[in-house]
């Protein structure tokens, strides 16, 4: 396996007890780093637990099905891929799943080796340079990165270009600490001219807009001796 991806995180989520087996050994033989659950209220929980790099789950499932969980993790982690694995073989099913965001879906029965070569392909994508998103929804806020429209609770607000720009970065990277260096330089371009104090005052501006108590942020959080943090 690709260096690169070696270690990564897979949480699997399937209750057919032969079929998880089966596929936590071949990726253990990958090398990824694997958990298994067998139900969605424990797939949720494990994701908030601990953020994998890809869930590969099924979708019929006891109690939570694995449409609601992948919902869970696209509207939590919205970086995180979704594998779907599926019995059922109306296209409707494959269509559905795809529109409601899961980035790729395998027909039970199906070849482990397929499956891994499905979950490489999804981690290069991942392990790619980032995309900002135009549209980014976290908490209560609506942000069109775009276009510099922020809306919290349905209250719009407007962003500046270094405000939508460092908000961007941010969300980019999001999880990673981020240093006020690399703002300095990604955002407005490291004129002499400025110091990481212009950070540190846009990212005030920024709580005021987004946070509920901007004085305890949520979302945009203080790594000291670093920079900052961005959290959903």
Same mark, same amino acid.
């Given at each position: 396996m690709e260096s690169n991806l070696s270690g990564a995180d897979v949480l699997v989520v399937e209750d057919d007890n032969t079929i998880a087996l089966g596929l936590v050994a071949a990726l253990e033989h990958e090398r990824f780093e694997v958990r298994h659950v067998d139900n969605g209220e424990d797939a949720v929980a494990a994701v908030r637990d601990r953020t994998p790099d890809l869930v590969i789950s099924d979708i019929m499932l006891p109690g939570i099905d694995g449409l609601q969980v992948m919902r869970t993790v696209k509207s939590e982690f919205p970086g995180v891929p979704v594998i779907m694995l599926t019995a059922? /073989?109306?296209? =409707?099913?494959? %269509?559905?799943?795809?529109?409601?965001?899961?980035?790729?879906?395998?027909? *039970?029965?199906f070849s482990v080796r397929? %499956? =891994?070569?499905?979950?490489?392909?999804? !981690?290069?994508?991942? /392990?790619?340079?980032? $995309?900002?998103?135009? =549209?980014?929804?976290?908490?209560? %806020?609506? %942000?069109? !990165?775009?276009?510099?429209?922020?809306? *919290?609770?349905?209250?719009?607000?407007?962003? /500046?270009?270094?405000?939508?720009?460092?908000?961007?970065?941010? #969300?980019?990277h999001r999880g990673r600490d981020v240093s006020r260096d690399?703002?300095?330089?990604?955002?407005?371009?490291?004129?002499?001219?400025?110091?990481?104090?212009?950070?540190?005052?846009? =990212? !005030?501006? !920024? $709580?005021?807009? #987004?946070?509920?108590?901007?004085?305890?942020?949520?979302? #945009?959080?203080?790594?000291?001796? /670093?920079?900052?943090?961005?959290?959903?």
């Amino acid at each position: 396996m690709e260096s690169n991806l070696s270690g990564a995180d897979v949480l699997v989520v399937e209750d057919d007890n032969t079929i998880a087996l089966g596929l936590v050994a071949a990726l253990e033989h990958e090398r990824f780093e694997v958990r298994h659950v067998d139900n969605g209220e424990d797939a949720v929980a494990a994701v908030r637990d601990r953020t994998p790099d890809l869930v590969i789950s099924d979708i019929m499932l006891p109690g939570i099905d694995g449409l609601q969980v992948m919902r869970t993790v696209k509207s939590e982690f919205p970086g995180v891929p979704v594998i779907m694995l599926t019995a059922r /073989t109306d296209e =409707i099913d494959r %269509v559905m799943g795809l529109e409601m965001g899961a980035d790729d879906y395998v027909t *039970k029965p199906f070849s482990v080796r397929e %499956v =891994i070569a499905r979950v490489k392909a999804r !981690l290069r994508e991942r /392990t790619a340079e980032p $995309r900002t998103p135009d =549209i980014f929804h976290f908490g209560n %806020v609506k %942000v069109d !990165l775009r276009r510099r429209v922020l809306w *919290k609770d349905g209250e719009e607000s407007h962003l /500046t270009t270094h405000e939508a720009g460092t908000l961007a970065h941010l #969300i980019t990277h999001r999880g990673r600490d981020v240093s006020r260096d690399e703002l300095l330089e990604q955002v407005w371009g490291y004129t002499a001219a400025l110091t990481t104090r212009t950070v540190d005052n846009q =990212i !005030l501006k !920024l $709580r005021k807009k #987004i946070e509920d108590v901007p004085g305890q942020p949520r979302h #945009i959080l203080t790594v000291h001796g /670093t920079g900052y943090r961005f959290e959903a």
